[in-house]
């Protein structure tokens, strides 16, 4: 079995430079075995590919019809060897979200495996949201760590694409808290009520810590009457930010470090009543025979979610 679709390369090759010299030092072979591979190439097909003349070559119209079945074939084939190249090295591959670094909990899960594993190959990539499902649902990942709103009413991928073939862990759950400036006349209250917040401009995130999320959120303020206020820009540290500078509510959803708004006077974080559980650190995988490095990450996070629970029974 040819796993490098080397005839097909040579095709593709020799189709773009229209010249069998051209392709043979392209692909640093001698011309006479890119002309044996392209040769057996048509027998095994049954048809031309090229046209010879003294000046160059084209392809045929087969040749031409081939050309993007060809490409798919070499993609494909990249795709297959990385896969198996995967498989046989054992590498772990971790989706994140971007602005998860600043999540203290999932640092904490993906150094501790790293201190505890350090045999294991591990690759952590950020993604989007959205992009995080599509890998996991393709398998270009092996698990993902995503923050979701605790009340799964959303239409989101978590519960609408991949449906019963996705399995989620959740490691640790946060109240909604909201952010009250230095000044402000709910400063020196002990929490808030959604009665507080009624007629009060509140910052809060766009998209980009998910779809589902940003709807949970704007959902719950304007159920209590706020007014929604939307920063230009949406993640959680430039809303806290952003509410600052300009003496405002802001959500917090109580994952991000944020040592930077010191400056701005130390606003405090009250709870918000009626919102003790509103999102989940989850992690995420497709129901289906892991590798084994996949398998024991899962297993560290199960434990991760167990001293998570007593610490949390005190």
Same mark, same amino acid.
């Given at each position: 079995? #040819?796993?490098?679709?080397?005839?097909?390369?040579?095709?593709?090759?020799?189709?773009?430079?229209?010249?069998?010299?051209?392709?043979?030092?392209?692909?640093? $072979? *001698?011309?006479?075995?890119?002309?044996?591979?392209?040769?057996?190439?048509?027998?095994?097909? =049954?048809?031309?590919?090229?046209?010879?003349?003294?000046?160059?070559?084209?392809?045929?119209?087969?040749?031409?019809?081939?050309?993007?079945?060809?490409?798919?074939?070499?993609?494909?084939?990249?795709?297959?060897?990385?896969?198996?190249? @995967?498989?046989?090295?054992?590498?772990?591959?971790?989706?994140?979200?971007? *602005?998860?670094?600043?999540?203290?909990?999932?640092?904490?899960?993906?150094?501790?495996?790293?201190?505890?594993?350090?045999? $294991?190959?591990?690759? !952590?990539?950020?993604?989007?949201?959205?992009?995080?499902? @599509?890998?996991?649902?393709? =398998?270009?990942?092996?698990?993902?760590? $995503?923050?979701?709103?605790?009340?799964?009413?959303?239409?989101?991928?978590?519960?609408?694409?991949? =449906?019963?073939?996705?399995?989620?862990?959740?490691?640790?759950?946060?109240?909604?808290? $909201?952010?009250?400036?230095?000044?402000?006349?709910?400063? @020196?209250?002990?929490?808030?009520?959604?009665?507080?917040?009624?007629?009060?401009?509140?910052?809060?995130?766009? %998209?980009?810590?998910?779809?589902?999320?940003?709807?949970?959120?704007?959902?719950?303020?304007?159920?209590?009457?706020?007014?929604?206020?939307?920063?230009?820009? =949406?993640?959680?540290?430039?809303?806290?930010?952003?509410?600052?500078?300009?003496?405002?509510?802001? !959500?917090?959803?109580?994952?991000?470090?944020?040592?930077?708004?010191?400056?701005?006077?130390?606003? %405090?974080?009250?709870?918000?009543?009626?919102?003790? %559980?509103?999102?989940?650190?989850?992690?995420?995988?497709?129901?289906?025979?892991?590798?084994?490095?996949?398998?024991?990450?899962?297993?560290?996070?199960?434990?991760?979610?167990?001293? *998570? #629970?007593?610490?949390?029974?005190?």
């Amino acid at each position: 079995m #040819d796993l490098n679709a080397g005839p097909f390369r040579a095709f593709l090759k020799v189709a773009e430079l229209e010249s069998f010299t051209r392709a043979a030092e392209a692909l640093n $072979i *001698s011309q006479p075995a890119l002309s044996a591979s392209i040769k057996e190439l048509e027998r095994r097909l =049954g048809f031309p590919l090229f046209e010879r003349s003294s000046r160059r070559v084209c392809a045929t119209r087969e040749g031409e019809a081939l050309l993007v079945n060809a490409k798919r074939v070499v993609i494909e084939t990249d795709w297959l060897q990385q896969r198996v190249r @995967d498989i046989r090295d054992n590498e772990l591959r971790i989706g994140v979200q971007h *602005s998860s670094a600043l999540v203290s909990e999932r640092v904490a899960l993906t150094d501790s495996f790293l201190a505890d594993h350090a045999g $294991i190959a591990v690759q !952590i990539i950020p993604f989007s949201h959205p992009k995080l499902y @599509d890998s996991i649902g393709n =398998g270009d990942l092996d698990v993902a760590l $995503i923050l979701e709103p605790t009340a799964r009413t959303e239409l989101s991928p978590i519960n609408a694409k991949l =449906g019963t073939d996705l399995e989620e862990l959740v490691i640790e759950q946060k109240p909604l808290n $909201i952010r009250v400036p230095t000044g402000h006349r709910l400063f @020196d209250r002990a929490f808030l009520t959604g009665e507080d917040l009624a007629g009060q401009a509140v910052a809060t995130v766009n %998209r980009i810590h998910g779809g589902a999320m940003g709807s949970a959120l704007m959902r719950h303020l304007m159920s209590h009457g706020a007014r929604i206020v939307r920063p230009p820009e =949406g993640d959680a540290l430039s809303v806290a930010r952003y509410a600052a500078a300009n003496n405002m509510l802001a !959500i917090d959803l109580g994952w991000f470090s944020m040592p930077q708004l010191n400056c701005y006077g130390g606003p %405090r974080t009250l709870p918000l009543e009626g919102a003790e %559980r509103f999102s989940d650190l989850v992690v995420l995988r497709l129901r289906r025979e892991a590798r084994p490095a996949a398998e024991r990450f899962w297993r560290h996070c199960e434990a991760g979610r167990v001293a *998570s #629970d007593a610490a949390a029974l005190g």
